[in-house]
């Protein structure tokens, strides 16, 4: 059984940086992709950003140019690096993998949470 770990949330002030890590029990790059998602409070839980293990990466509208995720294969862990924090950008954030392209991001971690305060 596949467990993911995220840690790195925290209260940072509008304008801040965060960098979240979601260590993985196995070999990351055995899964098809990576991803992080935010469940807001009240709201629905959304993708932020994933990865494949072609190293393809997709982000949200709403952080492009402010997010970045990558991966450390030796670690087997994948990070999400996050700039120009907004207000908006408070939830709690969740890492997830998906096996193949056909199936749905799953293996959901705790979560952290991050809180941006304006």
């Known amino acids: 059984q596949v467990q993911l770990v995220e840690s790195g ?5 509008a304008g801040g940086s965060l960098r979240l890590s979601c260590a993985a029990s196995g070999n ?6 990576m991803g992080w998602y935010r469940q807001a409070p009240g709201k629905q839980r959304d993708m932020v950003a994933t990865i494949t293990n072609g190293g393809t990466k997709v982000y949200a509208d709403s952080v492009k140019g402010r997010f970045t995720i990558s991966r450390d294969s030796a670690k087997n862990t994948v990070y999400l690096q996050m700039n120009s924090l907004k207000s908006e950008d408070t939830a709690v954030y969740y890492c997830a993998r998906r096996v193949a392209p056909t199936t749905a991001f799953g293996s959901w971690g705790q979560g952290t949470q991050v809180t941006v305060s304006s």
């Open 9 to 13: 949330g925290g209260l940072v002030q």
């Open 28 to 33: 990351i790059f055995g899964f098809y992709a």
